[in-house]
């Protein structure tokens, strides 16, 4: 069984920073995605980034310059570095996780299709 479990969120006022860790279990498969989606009240999920197996990273727009994902492979962690926050950013922000081949692959639209995911930690930006 597949467990994912968030930590990091906090409160912060905007312009700050903070990084968020996600640790990842009961993977049998070498070949998974990873990756960090958000909701807020009053709206839709978004996906933020993504890595896969090969180091390749995507993005949402809305995150570019401010937003770095980072993968350690050997110990199945994942952290979003967040910088330059603003009161837009604040959600639950949740990991994601899939195999590889199971999911597409290329925008971080996908992440909301994944199959494993931790229940959220919180980021609270203030203007």
């Known amino acids: 069984q597949v467990h994912v479990a968030e930590s990091g969120g906090g409160s912060v006022q905007a312009g700050g920073s903070l990084r968020l860790s996600c640790k990842v279990s009961?993977?049998?498969?070498?070949?998974?995605?990873m990756g960090w989606l958000r909701q807020a009240p009053g709206k839709e999920r978004e996906g933020v980034a993504s890595?896969?197996?090969?180091?390749?990273?995507t993005y949402a727009d809305s995150v570019k310059g401010r937003f770095t994902i980072i993968r350690d492979f050997a110990k199945n962690i994942l952290y979003l570095e967040m910088h330059s926050l603003s009161p837009e950013d604040t959600a639950m922000y949740h990991c994601?996780?899939?195999?590889?081949?199971?999911?597409?692959?290329?925008?971080?639209?996908?992440?909301?299709?994944?199959?494993?995911w931790g229940h959220g930690t919180q980021v609270t930006v203030s203007s």
């Open positions: 009961g993977l049998v498969y070498s070949g998974y995605v």
């Open positions: 890595v896969d197996s090969s180091g390749r990273t």
């Open positions: 994601a996780a899939d195999q590889e081949l199971r999911v597409a692959y290329g925008s971080p639209e996908n992440i909301l299709d994944w199959q494993y």
